[in-house]
């Protein structure tokens, strides 16, 4: 991933230093279970630990020579170790290093995001607090619909993150799994108890049942639990696009000191941040279809995962951590604006209020087709008419008029009748 999008706690997680460091991890664990089983000498166990170290340049130059990366890395590690490296990755396959060595790192990475998917869960529960009586227009097809409140729509965005921490965390479980059987995981050249032991050391359980390759469902798991989430993201990010615009204005992205919307328009003030994130779930969109199609692999395996591995696993990890920093600092500084909402919910003299009356009309003995159709007739007298006022039109018509009076007809346009039960959506999430 380009260091734009690369947050240092992440990024370091998936530097090559890193990746070669986890393989010698799984390497040497592997030496440990063989040793502990009498399989190997102790003493070269313990010079192997005492020596075993890599250069990430040298990898790749015997790399350019060998054309096989795990080689290379073997080869390098035995320069540090000497006669002792003649134990290290004895009846493995390079898949045993591979598959292990990078579920490790996506069970770290999930130890970070998840910490920061906790942060955007109590930045968004926050503002759902200070705005759990700040009405404005709910919205459907982009139109005008019936009042809610802010808080009711952040409500809406906890419940589905509070869902993708246990997405997550279902994706760690699913992840935590590594492999030591050897070419095409039979176990033909390295005894069952060396992987139960080498997985008991690294955190993880032994799969089940190994080809030559972890199986890649569980890696589609992981990048489509992380696409689900920038997914999320994309959805708060558009609805903030949208109530930014500047005929509706009722949140806006923090604008700092000092900072410019255009090059050439001194005025604008764009939701630049929320359209980098909408951008960036595309590209986390397009990895998770990457991790499906992995799942088909020749046989007992191939490598066509690979190649495209390298990128998607890093980068969808780095691409999703970055995003969630981003939304949670948008969230936290959201600026909002109770007076655009309530301008806005009453455009038209309350066109929003159309169900209210309708429903009073019913209650007092009207023919249900015949209220709708006086009310949907005034309603659109008043939309998009300057100077329209649906409330005066209703109280100066005469059918209206003979059932509803000044006062039932005023209760008719009382938004806290929409807000009533919204009581029991903030106690579910403890808003």
């Known amino acids: 991933m380009i260091e ?66 795990v080689i290379a890395f073997l080869t390098n590690v035995n320069e540090y170790v000497g006669e002792a490296g003649r134990y290290i990755h004895l009846g493995m396959t390079s898949s045993d290093v591979l598959d292990t060595a990078i579920a490790l790192q996506m069970v770290s990475s999930l130890d970070i995001l998840l910490p920061q998917l906790e942060n955007l869960i109590q930045a968004i529960r926050y503002q759902a607090q200070q705005h759990r009586q700040t009405v404005m227009v709910g919205r459907s097809h982009g139109i005008h619909a019936e009042p809610i409140t802010l808080g009711f729509k952040l409500a809406g965005w906890l419940a589905e993150m509070m869902r993708h921490r246990d997405r997550l965390l279902a994706a760690q479980k699913e992840v935590a799994v590594g492999q030591i059987s050897g070419a095409v995981g039979t176990y033909a050249n390295i005894d069952p108890q060396i ?46 696009r949208n109530l930014q615009r500047t005929d509706v204005l009722e949140v806006e992205e923090f604008f700092s000191k000092g900072q410019k919307g255009s090059s050439a328009m001194p005025h604008k003030r764009n939701p630049i941040r929320s359209e980098r994130l909408t951008g960036l779930a595309r590209v986390v969109r397009g990895y998770a ?43 936290k500084h959201l600026q909002v604006y109770p007076e655009n909402m309530k301008r806005n919910m009453n455009l038209y003299g309350g066109v929003i209020f159309s169900q209210s009356v309708l429903l009073a009309l019913v209650d007092k003995g009207m023919v249900r ?43 008719c346009f009382d938004p806290s009748r929409h807000l009533q039960n919204l009581d029991q959506v903030y106690q579910r999430l403890d808003i």
């Open 195 to 240: 992987e139960c032991l080498t997985c008991q050391k690294l955190g993880l359980q032994p799969e089940a049942a190994s080809t030559q390759v972890i199986s890649r469902d569980r890696h589609a798991f992981y990048l489509n639990a992380l696409a689900l989430v920038a997914a999320s993201i994309e959805r708060f990010a558009v609805e903030i």
């Open 289 to 331: 279809m990457t991790g499906l199609e992995n799942v088909a692999l020749w046989h007992e395996r191939d490598i066509s995962h690979s190649s495209a591995e390298r990128v998607v696993i890093p980068d969808a990890a780095i691409l999703t951590h970055f995003m969630l920093v981003e939304i949670t600092d948008l969230v």
């Open 369 to 411: 087709e015949e209220a709708y159709a006086i009310v949907q007739t005034l309603a659109h007298q008043a939309w998009n008419k300057e100077g329209g006022d649906f409330k005066a039109a209703l109280s100066q018509d005469p059918q209206v008029q003979k059932r509803l009076s000044a006062e039932e007809l005023d209760h």
């Open 4 to 69: 734009r999008y690369t947050l240092p706690e992440m990024g370091d997680l998936w530097t090559d230093e890193n990746k070669f460091r986890t393989w010698l991890q799984v390497e040497i664990a592997v030496c440990e279970a063989q040793a502990e089983l009498g399989k190997i000498p102790a003493d070269a166990v313990a010079t192997i630990k005492a020596k075993a170290n890599f250069d990430v340049k040298r990898i790749l130059e015997i790399e350019a020579e060998v054309k096989h990366d």
